[in-house]
């Protein structure tokens, strides 16, 4: 009697070794392994905020030197294991420790079969996304396929990059083999598909500089006639801008897509947490302070001025058609009086264009309505996958040609030889502002040169420093130069 | 069968003498004389002896009168408070024959002053017991330590407070009012506490409301009026000033001067005369009335207070009504049934940021440059960007308030921001209530059920307008806000109690079971946006507003449940050999399975050496007692389940076109079954002594353990959980002395009291289980990080930072600090730099923890008070004086990351060339050797002050005259509260309490206050 007086059972939470009883609960479980996914633009902390950064397309721009310490570290190439914010190994390991748990599960959880093959199958393709981010970012991380528990989780060591990336390739192609092709547009899109997977998967091998297999791999996905509507239903958007329109989700060109929502009525209590469902990208690249004065200018709601492009960028972008969807420069309204606002932190005027709210995106429901832009943003899109394969089949033959004649003619611009020279081009015109750049640049063994005014130092940029406290009572060693 | 005996104390002329002790030889009944002196008390047969004892008078002692009533008027000088009777938990005890460390505080010693919570009146009266105010905002809380630091955990540190047998969070104390109490015990070691066992690992603090006595109804008033202003302002830089520094801090980073003419600027805008409040009202009224007859007595009392606070006075202030009734029946001989119930209601006007570096009107007025004009006058700024095109606030006159353009982020203009909370509350109404029965089966066996309960409701509401304050601080959407929060918490005690005295053997025997549940309820908050109105007047809930613009919240609490059994015995022999021991064995639901239950056992001794035969009957040490005693006690004060990995929702993701959000759920965090109690074992030695007849010593030394610390660790990211586990991770000890002191003596119509107490604490961790022997800090400050760090050998909490070493004057000094290789150690340094010391001997100065080291703790080493009464015929004086020694404070005033904030004037000492200081480093926009961004000792200030809380002048009015209107009592009195402080330190005030004391984010300040008031009693 005394005994049940004093247990208390949680309201409004399971306790875990009740919960994953049936298909709902696996589903549940399943949702929040994709949660992490969102770190692309959402939370102060995203992805595209960082990898811009550092590349020498953006500035971190913001309010002031001080304004996102850890960007403007990787900026200016001063990042220490202190500076580094452990969101950025956190989130993806909270998405890797979801799945795991889930594929523990799952063998027990009644339900039907072949959801629950679907199910496994998005798991792994989601942990092999994480730590496809872990890996080209970190190098040396614990490759961890059981969830931990209190009395080994300081016995875990790092992993070599080769078994990481062993892993990623072994469940993706596990997952491609389950995996639908399609998937019901109005309740399912976001979700992994057979085309997402591959394209993930090719990306990967061309990481690993196995050319061939990625050429394999993204051959399917891109299909046999570049700029053709492909197998898996990917074809190129017409209009280029079309991509850029917040509606205009899960089109055809979209292959793996983060997600967002107003409805989430995100608030600063829970920004960037769980909970938060809004796009933090959009106010980031906002001017500050801005005010329309003639009618001609566009209708901005202000922003913080973060990922401004340089005027190199201006100026190798300034003669391409994709100039306008790109970037928008306000030098030229504000000179012709039509606007004002406030410069931010190394400003050039030119603000990142693919990811600038207009003021009818302002979320008009609860919460902070900087938080609850609604922009969904491409993890891998068809240009991309194109360019990724003319690049895997080493910039030469006709394949490749066709390849970027596609992505070139569908913005009106004429073939020119393909070489690895003219993928780097248009990779850097065709995917601005879009967190791609960087890596890019390090794969490609140019960031040394390109980085260097920056700060960028060869043999250790390449990779960065492991967060401080990772390091703390665990068997983990720092990257190479960070200590 | 019980006789009972009522009656009158009074002094030599006549006078009342209120909380006198009346107590039966030999045993441990006891009763206090109340406002009239009058008193009742039970006496077990008609042999007994009544001993009548009060401060500063000879004790006597009477034979029980035939009729049962008695007149005793006391001479003074005589035993010294050791017959006065304290409250144990779940019984009294004659101070004599007590073996703990209890600090005891009477109704007396508090009615004089005027106070808002019940904390303040409790700062400095108690040795042991250190109590900071959080802020000087009224009707703010305080940060209570008995005894030091006990646990790690944010709330685990706060005593626990008991309230007629009814728990009651700190947070919840505020519902009492001053003039119910009639005594406070502080139950500071672990022998008396172990009686709380689970949660009294803190300290326990038992308050005991006034009851009703049976006789003549007494009629209270007491009311008083006062008016309140800042201390102290900072002397921040005036226009010029600032423009002077402005510019050469940006030349000196290589830029040009920002400002061309720094003179032409005048002395500009002083923000903080935009938001003190230099007539801040303070009133207050309290009325009682008690009587009763032999049967029944009953005590009521209603008050109300307002307090307006001295920053931004229209979004700070506080007002409180409260309503008490305590009453006791007797019927069939013998039985007795109680009832105390407190009601209040509280509402409460806050500024928002009380101690913080970002934003509202404390940090703004600091931080903000004086150029920019508090109002814009001239049309032609008023009509263009940002004033045309954005909701921005006007002045009375319509002008808009001015937007600074040289410091942005969260500081805005204050008077505007006041503007935008207008009409903005918190309030709460608590019912904290008990009923008992009792019984008494025979001469020997008292049986005593209770039910008590706390049951509050709280919540809060207000408009928030469409604003605009600066390009950070805005609104794109107005908003309504409510909300409502209701908890009960419950308990049931059953107590058994056995008392008998056999020859010279007395004793009591206490058995008891408890059952408690707390946090019943839960909450709700609902939100309207874009509301068709412009100012708060118009807020309604009423509006139709389409459901897009609706959010709503809910929730329920955890329950908390404890389960108890306890036991106590005390014992004497002839009142010389003192024994007790008490074993409590607690249930909580806040631990797994392998844990769940917890015993706490304790005992102490005692000996009245002055009792022995022995003892010479000298002049010099009139009595003296020796007493120890050990005990281990609990602290459950973790979050519920910290024990279990819940499964819980929140990490959501949008699939589908239609943007339509689906809630994941996931593990939360790891499991550890094996969680355990935290313990904390003290041994206490104690000596009370009453030397020279007038002069009583009190002196405890106790050394208190810690082990077992609970609290959230955070493991390494790899694990992939999103909670960090709760673990027992830590040990820490607090060793001590507490002294209390009396002296009373009256000197012909002269008469003298003294009280004084003095602590003396060291705290100091003795283990971490974490992986890196040390915790990091619990306080950050901007781009600094963590400045504080538990570790072991070290105070908890400890500032942790860079050592300086003055400052490099010139190029030379820089060359010839080098390291062994003859590096230069500082390569980046200049002239006007701070020189750091290179704490782990590298070679080298690195920007990580390497360098840095502990340069102090917040944690005060001394702690004081005194409080001198003196009367002469009708006039009496108060001075009580409260202060603290050995702590430091961070003094984080100013925005490091907000280049063009404004300084305070100290910065005119900062190095300008060879020889100028070598205290205050250059002024530069490229702080390149972090004179400014690194933590070091340069912010750290001594944190002692000596305050004169109190003086209080009154004037009794001679019964003669009183008489005539038929009032027993008439009594007028000024008092200044925080007269005057002495401190070094330079910020608004050295006392600053939260979770971790002692930094000083721009801390509202307390008030200093002149007060009238009047006392009337029939």
Known sequence: CKKSFVDVTPQGQFLSDFYYANQDQAYSALIAVYDPLRKNAGGFENMLALMNSGSDDHYTGGGGATDGTQLQAFSNYTMTSNLMASSYWNDPYQGIFRANVLLKKLPGVPMDDNLKARFGAESKALRAFYYFNLVRMFKNVPLLLEPLNTSNMYQVEQAKPEDVYAQIEKDLTDAIGVLPTTVASSTESGRFTKGAAKALLGKVYLYEKKNAQAAQQLADVNGPTPGATSSYGYKLLANFSDLWVVTNKFNSESILEETHSAAGNSDWGFWGSGRDEGNTVNVMVGPRSYERIDASAPDLPSGWSFMVFTQDFFNFIKNDPRKDATLLDLNVLQTAGKIKYIAGYMNTGYFLNKFLPRKPDVSKGGGASELNYRQNTYIIRLADTYLMEAEALGGTGARAQALLDAVRARVGLTSVPVSMAAIKNERRAELAGEGHRWFDLVRWGDAPAVLGSRGFVAGKHEVFPIPFRELQGTKLQQNKDYN | ?????????????????????????????????????????????????????????????LSIPENGTLSVQLDEVGAVGLDEVVVIGYGTQTKKVVTGAISSVKAKDLENVPSNRIEQTLQGRVAGVTIAQNNGQPGSASTIRVRGMTT?????????????????????????????????????????????????????????????????????????????????????????????????????????????????????????????????????????????????????????????GIVAGPISNYTRKNLRINSTHKFLDIFTFGENVGYSHQKSVGLGNTNSEFGGPLSSAINLDPITPLVITDPAIANANPYSNNPVIKDPNGNPYGISSLVGQEMSNPAAYIQTKLGQYGWSDDFVGSTYLEAALGKHIKLRSSLGGKLSYWGGQ????????????????????????????????????????????????????????????????????????????????NFDIPQANRNSTSSDLTQHKLSSLFTRVNYNYDEKYLFTGILRRDGSSRFGLNHKYGVFPSFSLGWNVSNEAFWPGNQVVDRLKLRGGYGVVGNDAIRDFGYLSVVSGGFNYTLGNADNITTGYAPQ???????????????????????????????????????????????????????????????????????????????????????????????????????????????????????????????????????????FQNQAEIDAYKNKNGDLMQPKAKPGDFKWVDINGDGKITNDNLDKTFLGSSIPKYTYGFTVNGSYKDFDLMVFVQGTAGSKIFQGLRRLDIGNANYQTKVLGRWTGEGSTNDYPRLTTKDDNGNFTNMSNFYLESGSYARVKLVQLGYTLPSKLVNRIKASRLRFYLTSENLFTITKYTGYDPEIGGAVLGVDRGVYPQARSFIGGVQLQF
């Open chain 2, 1 to 61: 069968q019980d006789i009972v005996v009522t009656g009158k104390v009074s002094g030599k002329t006549g006078e009342p003498l209120i909380g006198a002790t009346v107590s039966v030889k030999g045993t441990n009944e006891a009763a206090t004389t109340d406002h009239s002196g009058n008193f009742t008390i039970h006496v077990p047969n008609r042999k007994a002896l009544l001993v009548i004892s009060y401060v500063g008078m000879a004790n006597k002692e």
């Open chain 2, 152 to 308: 790690f955990g944010e709330g685990g540190n706060n005593p626990l407070w008991v309230v007629d047998n009814v728990v009651v969070d700190q947070g919840g104390i505020g519902y009492l009012n001053q003039s119910d109490i009639e005594s406070i015990e502080v139950l500071k070691d672990a022998a008396s506490a172990a009686i709380y066992g689970t949660r009294a690992a803190t300290g326990v603090i038992l308050v005991t409301t006034k009851k009703g006595k049976s006789g003549k109804l007494s009629v209270n008033y007491n009311g008083f009026y006062g008016i309140s202003r800042a201390n102290k302002k900072l002397d921040l830089l005036n226009a010029t000033q600032y423009a002077t520094i402005i510019n050469e801090k940006s030349v000196n980073g290589g830029g040009a001067n920002v400002f061309a003419d720094p003179a032409a600027l005048g002395a500009g805008t002083d923000w903080q005369d935009a938001i003190f409040n230099d007539k801040a009202s303070r009133f207050s009224h309290e009325m009682s009335l008690s009587g009763g007859n032999e049967r029944s007595t009953f005590y009521l009392s209603f008050g109300y207070q307002d307090q307006e």
């Open chain 2, 462 to 541: 207000g408009f928030t307008p469409y604003y605009y304050l600066s390009a950070t601080v805005k609104t794109s959407q107005n908003n309504f806000n409510k909300s409502n929060n209701n908890s009960l918490n419950w308990n049931v005690e059953n107590t058994l109690t056995y008392t008998n005295s056999i020859d010279k053997h007395n004793f009591t025997v206490l058995l008891g079971q408890g059952s408690y549940v707390e946090n019943i309820g839960g909450g709700s908050s609902v939100t309207l946006f874009n509301l068709p109105i412009t100012s708060y007047k118009d807020a309604s809930f």
């Open chain 2, 669 to 807: 965090s790891l499991d550890n079954p094996d969680l355990r109690w935290e313990e904390t074992s003290q041994t206490n030695i104690g000596l009370e002594a009453q030397l020279i007849k007038s002069l009583t010593l009190n002196v405890d030394y106790f050394i208190k353990k810690t082990s077992g610390i609970l609290r959230p660790v955070t493991i390494p990211g790899y694990v992939g959980v999103s909670t960090s586990p709760v673990a027992n991770i830590a040990d820490m000890e607090n060793r001590g002395i507490d002294v209390e002191l009396g002296y009373h003596k009256s000197f012909g119509d002269f008469n003298l009291g003294v009280n004084a107490n003095f602590s003396y604490l060291k705290n100091k961790v003795t283990y971490v289980a974490s992986d890196a022997d040390f915790i990091t800090g619990d306080a950050s400050f901007q781009t600094m990080g963590a400045i504080t760090r538990t570790q072991k050998g070290q105070s908890y909490n400890s500032f942790f930072g860079f050592q300086t070493a003055g400052i």
